[in-house]
């Protein structure tokens, strides 16, 4: 330390920069890793959980949508209705398929896997009857049509209306659980 104290005043000052430059870019260099943290995890909130809600919003909404049209066809007695329920059916499916696809993409863990496993073979199912009760709607065999919307199709439409409640609340518990963790990461780094 002797050499310090004998150094010139420039040399003291141009390592007390250096000193404090190299505090200064390990500081920064901190900073960017923790925001860089915050980033992927804000990335990973909004693809794995926002989109999941989403997508599976959509898919439940669409259902819905199945549901109501179903029972309007059954209180109504006018073909021309019937054949424009039948047809948005046939569409509210397509759509819905298109969100489960895109949920099943997005799929990151085993327990959202273990939820969405759950729906598929509910899913095929509840088409299945579905389709079979319209088809005999077209034929004009309506007491065969309501046999099996308030038997069978009722019971796994129940079924996966609470697969789909589950999915959502899973992915918007996980959710609020990642915001937590983003706002304690955000905390620690500002701190730091």
Same mark, same amino acid.
């Given at each position: 330390?002797?050499?310090?104290?004998?150094?010139?005043?420039?040399?003291?000052?141009?390592?007390?920069?250096?000193?404090?430059?190299?505090?200064?870019?390990?500081?920064?260099?901190?900073?960017?890793?923790?925001?860089?943290?915050?980033?992927?995890?804000?990335? *990973?909130?909004?693809?794995?959980?926002?989109?999941?809600?989403?997508?599976?919003?959509?898919?439940?909404?669409?259902?819905? /949508?199945?549901?109501?049209?179903?029972? /309007?066809?059954?209180?109504?007695?006018?073909?021309?209705?019937?054949?424009?329920?039948?047809?948005?059916?046939? &569409?509210?499916?397509?759509?819905?398929? &298109?969100?489960?696809?895109?949920?099943?993409?997005?799929?990151?863990?085993? #327990?959202?896997?273990?939820?969405?496993?759950?729906?598929?073979? *509910?899913?095929?199912?509840?088409?299945?009857?579905?389709?079979?009760?319209?088809?005999?709607?077209?034929?004009?065999?309506?007491?065969?049509?309501?046999?099996?919307?308030? &038997?069978?199709?009722?019971?796994? &439409?129940?079924?996966?209306?609470?697969?789909?409640?589950?999915?959502?609340?899973?992915?918007?518990?996980?959710?609020?659980?990642?915001? *937590? *963790?983003?706002?304690?990461?955000?905390? #620690?780094?500002?701190?730091?």
């Amino acid at each position: 330390m002797k050499w310090f104290t004998n150094a010139k005043i420039a040399v003291k000052l141009i390592a007390g920069y250096l000193c404090v430059a190299i505090i200064i870019g390990a500081v920064g260099f901190i900073g960017l890793l923790n925001l860089n943290k915050i980033i992927v995890a804000d990335r *990973q909130l909004y693809e794995e959980n926002t989109l999941g809600l989403d997508y599976a919003s959509n898919a439940a909404n669409y259902y819905h /949508r199945i549901r109501f049209d179903l029972a /309007r066809i059954l209180a109504l007695d006018d073909e021309n209705k019937e054949k424009k329920y039948i047809d948005e059916i046939d &569409g509210f499916f397509s759509k819905a398929e &298109g969100f489960l696809k895109l949920y099943n993409d997005g799929i990151t863990t085993d #327990t959202d896997r273990e939820l969405f496993d759950k729906i598929k073979p *509910q899913w095929d199912v509840y088409k299945s009857l579905i389709n079979n009760a319209l088809s005999y709607l077209k034929s004009k065999d309506h007491d065969s049509a309501e046999a099996i919307l308030y &038997g069978e199709a009722s019971v796994v &439409g129940d079924a996966l209306e609470d697969s789909f409640y589950k999915l959502l609340d899973y992915n918007a518990s996980v959710a609020a659980a990642r915001s *937590q *963790q983003n706002k304690k990461l955000a905390t #620690t780094s500002a701190i730091i």
